[in-house]
């Protein structure tokens, strides 16, 4: 998640790399690696995640409710609110 966050790409493609890698995972604020990439606005992780986990849930709320679309939406993140209206 802090990758994400940071926008540290290559750590975030090399992590995908494990095997037991939960992409759903959630921090104690309820906040996944979606929602973090896509509130910080870093839009090649929020594509890469998009198209290279096809168990990503982008439904996924943190505690206060808020879904990846709702918070870039309200981070003003228009390419990542692009991205996750095109992926559902």
Same mark, same amino acid.
């Given at each position: ?13 090399? #992590?995908?790399?494990? !095997?037991? +890698? $939960? ?6 604020? &309820?906040? /996944? =690696? %979606?929602?973090?990439? @896509? ?10 995640? #998009?198209?290279?986990? !096809?168990? +990503? $849930? ?6 206060? &409710?808020? /879904? =990846? %679309?709702?918070?870039? @939406? ?15």
């Amino acid at each position: 998640i802090v990758a994400c966050y940071q926008g540290y790409v290559d750590i975030v493609i090399a #992590l995908a790399q494990c !095997p037991h +890698l $939960d992409v759903n995972w959630q921090d104690n604020e &309820g906040n /996944t =690696a %979606l929602i973090t990439a @896509a509130q910080a606005g870093h839009i090649t992780i929020t594509n890469y995640l #998009l198209n290279y986990f !096809p168990g +990503l $849930d982008i439904e996924k709320t943190n505690v206060f &409710g808020f /879904t =990846a %679309l709702m918070k870039s @939406a309200m981070q003003g993140r228009t390419e990542c609110v692009k991205a996750l209206m095109l992926a559902g």
